[in-house]
């Protein structure tokens, strides 16, 4: 194959993602590539997540397209990513990770601390929703959505005092100029696979793109998404989780939100990576039996 057809969603961000895989794929294995958009459901609705589907609303329609054979590969954000595996397509790469913290921008350079009571706060996320309840439940969330450039232009223009933001698009799209605080990941955890990318492809041509493979990143992305299977909570369910990779340990905590913010569980645990077993999937097991014995069902709202 010369020519790598990669699907992608229009807008600027996924663009922007997609051209950066389409030039490690070029230079990887010396072919040339296509982008090719498709219009995903997430892109035709306002909806807030919670009410929009949630999980595969960003991702369906490139996948459906991929199976068409409309392309060879598509390029998702992994935390859009649902969780199940699926009988015809696998993730052949997971580059390396981008900044997987929140990002806070906001009126006159404040941060997060120093909004005053009442600032209206807007992110589509359940997830940080309850955590800034949960952290400045003087504040006023607003449920929004939209690209980049629309979020950012309510607090240029003064319809909210702050927007949160995931620190990787920004990043990728040249846009950390506008953040007034990177938020911290151990005291604020975000979405699991939040900053990764996911390069799919049909079972068996796996070998089109696992050049672009980072083990390191995957083992880390797969402990954090094996939670929130585990949980079986989908991918706007309030859970954050943080693994890292650090001197020979997979490290891995979760935490999960009530939405109202009022409550909070949290676990952790490590082990040996790499090792001859599975760590990613042990460590993950472990943190979310934790969770559903302090009673995590009930506060997902996906379980029964």
Request: aromatic content about 2%; hydrophobic content about 40%; overall charge negative.
């Amino acid at each position: 194959m010369t020519t790598l057809r990669i699907g992608t969603r229009g807008s600027t961000l996924a663009l922007t993602q997609t051209g950066m895989v389409a030039d490690d794929l070029a230079d990887a294995y010396g072919v040339s590539t296509e982008l090719v958009t498709i219009t995903t459901d997430g892109d035709r609705s306002n909806e807030p997540l919670s009410r929009a589907g949630g999980t595969g609303l960003f991702t369906g329609a490139l996948r459906d397209a991929l199976l068409a054979g409309q392309c060879d590969v598509v390029v998702h954000s992994l935390k859009d990513l649902p969780t199940a595996p699926h009988d015809q397509l696998v993730v052949g790469a997971i580059p390396v990770r981008e900044d997987p913290r929140d990002a806070l921008i906001a009126r006159d350079g404040l941060t997060l601390d120093e909004l005053p009571a009442g600032a209206r706060v807007g992110t589509g996320s359940p997830r940080r929703m309850a955590q800034l309840r949960a952290r400045r439940p003087d504040l006023d969330v607003v449920d929004i959505r939209g690209n980049v450039d629309t979020r950012l232009g309510k607090v240029t223009g003064g319809e909210l005092d702050a927007i949160i933001l995931a620190a990787a698009g920004l990043t990728r799209i040249g846009r950390t100029d506008v953040v007034t605080e990177f938020l911290d990941p151990d005291r604020w955890p975000t979405a699991p696979g939040q900053g990764a990318l996911a390069v799919e492809v049909r079972r068996g041509e796996e070998h089109l793109v696992d050049r672009l493979d980072h083990a390191e990143t995957r083992v880390a992305v797969e402990a954090e998404r094996e939670v929130l299977a585990l949980l079986e909570a989908g991918c706007s369910a309030p859970v954050g989780a943080r693994a890292v990779v650090d001197a020979g340990l997979l490290l891995l905590s979760a935490s999960v939100y009530s939405l109202d913010g009022s409550t909070k569980l949290t676990s952790s645990h490590a082990g040996v990576w790499p090792d001859d077993g599975d760590p990613a999937r042990e460590i993950a097991a472990a943190v979310a039996r934790e969770l559903l014995d302090a009673g995590a069902a009930g506060l997902t709202g996906e379980r029964p």
